[in-house]
């Protein structure tokens, strides 16, 4: 390939921006990636024709990844909305041991302090062969993209399932500038600590690589510069944010992505929503609505939620019969074990709930275990408390986007531990995700909560929220590179 076909600007992320799907008569059918986070790097890429480099998914995608020339779609008649995309068809055994294996059961866990340590992690034989096809994962997509890059050019890898790349990468071509951007928390030192010492390190200067480290906020970027300091004794400046390494400065930088008002007020107001928002409204008639919209992931912590909620009709007397909980949760990585157990609590707390608290007139909790995106914009829509208490988070989008939906100045019920608890601080009702007991109260405060201070808190709440637009964010990082 010549300098001239290679691009100046390149995205590497597990997921791509367009999914491929089987349709009728066996053929293929490629549907546009969801979310803000797509959409504005979409937007950046389409400006200097970047390209996107993606693993494929799927066996369907697989096997329109081979049948492309080096897994370029476009070249492979398939619509891509004018995006450059390369997907990569990568073994499938690599493939699941790099994504459940590491990224989801061993770098998820260890961000998100969801060990329990009595019994988990161990780390054997077994384990290393999983961190062996992680290596090869990543090594992959840092060939692929020192293949694509134009000399000079930026590349931006996203998220913890492809943590070595830039190190990778930057051995392959040094002239590169690279940036990598982490969505989910870092754990502090004394958790990361479980980790067997090569793997830590090799996570630690696979991020090295890079010449500058993204994270929503400063907790995560913090806790990231005390791992490098005691783990590789690397030069730290905690008050510039950077790491001297192997005669180069990384800075490590704080972009708390916020969502588009304009993006999602729109999608909200369209047919789908608008039919099942007043289906909705039908179900709850004049009563206060609890909504929270998750995935049934271990970290978002939704049983915690549910119990908190029970205890707030067994405790407050006066709700019964007079506010619906809400809760749409999506099923997630439904192949690994944990996360099959954990739906399973989440409908059975649902069901005693609706069992001690239910009247004829009066279902208290209107639980939907399914991925129904008009659903949950309508729930978000209707409320009038947001419930978001992940144990940790990254971010937390959803208490973004429900802040710049809800028809009511919803108040915010926040885990401390959400990356945008450090925005929303002054104005949300933070608790600790641990203590139910807590939550119940704060639940009766944001419902009892005085109309004018909802509206007040509610205005500095969505200037928080959209501050940082995915496209702005993007492009906040691009110009960190420069």
């Known amino acids: 390939m010549s300098d001239t076909e290679r691009r100046s600007l390149l995205v590497a992320a597990n997921r791509g921006p367009v999914q491929i799907v089987a349709a009728g008569g066996g053929r293929d059918e490629v549907n546009r990636g969801g979310g803000g986070l797509v959409s504005g790097m979409v937007s950046a890429l389409s400006e200097?024709?970047?390209?996107?480099?993606?693993?494929a998914l799927s066996d369907r995608e697989r096997a329109v990844a081979r049948r492309a020339p080096d897994g370029h779609l476009a070249e492979a008649g398939v619509d891509t909305g004018g995006l450059d995309v390369r997907?990569?068809?990568?073994?499938?055994?690599?493939?699941?041991?790099?994504?459940?294996?590491?990224?989801?059961?061993?770098?998820?866990?260890?961000?998100?302090?969801?060990?329990?340590?009595?019994?988990?992690?161990?780390?054997?034989?077994?384990?290393?062969?999983?961190?062996?096809?992680?290596?090869?994962y990543n090594r992959s997509f840092a060939e692929a993209l020192a293949a694509e890059a134009a000399p000079g050019a930026k590349v931006m890898v996203q998220d913890y399932h492809l943590?070595?790349?830039?190190?990778?990468?930057?051995?392959?071509?040094?002239?590169?500038?690279?940036?990598?951007?982490?969505?989910?928390?870092?754990?502090?030192?004394?958790?990361?600590?479980?980790?067997?010492?090569?793997?830590?390190?090799?996570?630690?200067?696979?991020?090295?690589?890079?010449?500058?480290?993204?994270?929503?906020?400063?907790?995560?970027?913090?806790?990231?510069?005390?791992?490098?300091?005691r783990f590789l004794s690397a030069p730290v400046d905690p008050r510039a944010r950077t790491v001297r390494w192997q005669g180069r400065t990384v800075r490590v930088g704080l972009h708390p992505l916020g969502t588009s008002a304009e993006e999602m007020t729109s999608r909200a107001a369209e047919d789908d929503v608008t039919e099942a928002a007043e289906r909705l409204a039908e179900q709850v008639g004049d009563r206060k609505v609890i909504a929270r919209v998750d995935r049934t992931e271990l970290s978002k912590n939704i049983v915690r939620g549910l119990l908190a909620y029970r205890e707030l009709l067994r405790t407050r007397p006066e709700w019964r019969g007079n506010v619906v909980h809400v809760a749409y949760a999506y099923p997630s990585r439904?192949?690994?074990?944990?996360?099959?157990?954990?739906?399973?609590?989440?409908?059975?707390?649902?069901?005693?709930?609706?069992?001690?608290?239910?009247?004829?007139d009066w279902h208290p909790l209107l639980l939907e275990i399914t991925d129904d995106y008009p659903g949950s914009l309508a729930a978000l829509?209707?409320?009038?408390?947001?419930?978001?208490?992940?144990?940790?988070?990254?971010?937390?989008?959803?208490?973004?986007?429900?802040?710049?939906?809800?028809e009511r100045d919803a108040a915010v019920v926040l885990s401390r531990d959400a990356g945008v608890a450090d925005e929303y601080a002054g104005d949300a009702l933070l608790v600790n995700p641990y203590d139910v007991t807590a939550t119940a109260e704060a639940l009766h405060a944001a419902l009892s909560m005085p109309a004018a201070e909802r509206r007040e808190r509610s205005v500095r709440l969505r200037a928080a929220a959209t501050a940082l637009p995915p496209a702005q964010w993007?492009?906040?990082q691009l110009d960190a590179l420069d």
């Open 48 to 55: 200097v024709g970047g390209l996107w480099v993606c693993a």
């Open 87 to 136: 997907m990569l068809p990568l073994d499938p055994s690599t493939f699941t041991r790099a994504y459940n294996g590491i990224a989801n059961s061993t770098i998820w866990f260890v961000h998100h302090l969801l060990w329990d340590s009595a019994n988990s992690p161990v780390f054997d034989a077994k384990w290393r062969r999983l961190w062996a096809a992680y290596e090869r």
């Open 163 to 229: 943590d070595l790349v830039p190190r990778q990468l930057r051995e392959l071509r040094d002239d590169l500038r690279i940036a990598h951007f982490t969505h989910t928390p870092w754990a502090p030192p004394e958790q990361f600590a479980m980790l067997p010492a090569a793997v830590g390190e090799e996570l630690l200067t696979g991020l090295l690589g890079a010449d500058h480290v993204g994270f929503h906020c400063a907790r995560w970027a913090d806790a990231f510069l005390a791992c490098c300091e």
């Open 334 to 360: 439904t192949d690994i074990p944990e996360y099959r157990e954990y739906t399973a609590a989440v409908q059975r707390v649902g069901r005693e709930i609706e069992e001690e608290f239910g009247t004829d």
């Open 381 to 406: 829509r209707l409320a009038d408390v947001l419930l978001v208490n992940p144990v940790r988070d990254g971010m937390n989008l959803v208490a973004k986007e429900g802040v710049v939906l809800s």
């Open 474 to 476: 993007f492009r906040q």
